[in-house]
């Protein structure tokens, strides 16, 4: 059965970090290109940040470029991402992806 179980949302200010994780399951992890996607109120999800399933290749959305960086560890089935230098315009429930599977979410709200 496959999971990607999202953690690591929350509060935080303007111009703060945070990371956030997905811990896979059910699936050859190591062979799977994962993929972060964001969510605001009204809108569709919307791709933030892709991962090579070797690590090697990353693409990310240009309004994250330089702020925010996705990594993965293959030995503990996990994708991350890494949020930097947050604006509230990244408030939104971020979900990461592997292939039509989706997790639950974690919400990030940007705020003072």
């Known amino acids: 059965q496959v999971q990607l179980v999202e953690s690591g949302g929350g509060l935080v200010q303007p111009g703060g970090s945070l990371r956030l994780s997905c811990a896979a399951s059910g699936f050859t992890f190591s062979a799977a290109p994962m993929t972060w996607y964001g969510r605001t109120p009204g809108k569709e999800r919307e791709l933030v940040a892709f991962?090579?399933?070797?690590?090697?290749?990353?693409n990310y959305a240009d309004s994250v470029k330089g702020r925010f960086t996705i990594s993965r560890d293959n030995a503990k089935n996990t994708v991350y991402l890494q949020m930097n230098s947050l604006k509230p315009e990244d408030t939104a429930v971020y979900y990461c992806?592997?292939?039509?599977?989706w997790g639950q979410g974690t919400q990030v709200t940007v705020s003072s």
């Open positions: 991962i090579s399933s070797d690590g090697r290749t990353t």
């Open positions: 992806r592997w292939g039509m599977r």
